[in-house]
């Protein structure tokens, strides 16, 4: 296979990602305002920004600080949406948290004003990265933690196995995609991302295009759970007391088994 049919192939799974990001995000937007649960609107409002500053920058031309503004927005959101859903008044740590990360976002944000209207070298370059893998790992580690807390509290519960799945699959999920950045350390400086001719970018581009496809599918199928996935996964399940919880009901349940193991 030539690099540049290796190049089609990765620019069509980076094309499943956005499309898979933006209809995930749409389907949790308006589950959000239709429960009018705003942590689910935040978090559908988050991977909507992802494919709308890819899509800009990509296809549009609209630069690398369009596409990073959008990224930075989908990365608070997220912090903001893993606080409402699961530490809502439960102390300062998240707190602090989501001031660490939007620190980290504004120095993002400055990077790349500087490589577009500054000037540009190889070591800014990598002090950028360097900054970039810890405001990624905080994020979605926070989310993966946070989910993980959640499944191991509600898998002792009578509930549908396939709710306690979803929270398992975003704890997956989560903890994959806070590696994404890693790539970016093995990217040459000053050479096009996934530029066919140089291998190593191609690499990391193919890299990173296999990780967020996956990432998007998993997390995905986490939120917009197939029915025959659902009949599979409670096949064997018999409910104790007819019991249905709500989506309310359950992150409130979530909540407050949360707040009585540890204060953050």
């Given at each position: 296979m030539t690099p540049e049919l290796f190049y089609i192939v990765f620019v069509i799974l980076f094309g499943i990602f956005i499309i898979t990001l933006a209809v995930m995000g749409i389907f949790l937007l308006i589950k959000g305002v239709r429960n009018k649960m705003i942590n689910i609107v935040l978090?559908?409002?988050?991977?909507?920004?992802l494919p709308i500053g890819f899509i800009g920058n990509f296809i549009f031309q609209l630069g690398s600080i369009f596409q990073e503004t959008f990224i930075v927005a989908c990365f608070i959101l997220t912090v903001i949406f893993t606080n409402l859903t699961f530490y809502k008044n439960r102390g300062s740590f998240s707190k602090i948290l989501l001031c660490t990360v939007i620190i980290l976002a504004c120095i993002q944000l400055w990077f790349f004003f500087i490589s577009v209207y500054g000037e540009w070298t190889y070591y800014l370059y990598y002090i950028r990265v360097?900054?970039?893998f810890p405001y990624t790992f905080i994020v979605f580690n926070w989310l993966s933690y946070s989910a993980y807390s959640a499944y191991k509290l509600v898998k002792s519960?009578?509930?549908d196995p396939w709710i306690k799945f979803r929270y398992k699959m975003l704890a997956i999920f989560s903890f994959i995609f806070s590696f994404h950045s890693i790539p970016?350390?093995?990217q040459p400086p000053g050479t096009v991302w996934g530029d066919p001719y140089n291998i190593v970018s191609l690499a990391v581009?193919?890299?990173t295009a296999i990780l967020v496809v996956v990432f998007s599918i998993g997390f995905s199928t986490a939120w917009i759970m197939p029915g025959w996935l659902k009949t599979r996964l409670n096949r064997n399940y018999h409910a104790i007391e007819d019991?249905?919880?709500q989506e309310k009901e359950?992150?409130?349940?979530?909540?407050?088994e949360l707040s009585q193991k540890r204060t953050l």
């Open positions: 978090v559908g409002l988050a991977f909507i920004s360097a900054f970039d519960q009578n509930i970016e350390f093995f581009f193919g890299g019991k249905d919880y359950l992150l409130e349940l979530i909540k407050k």
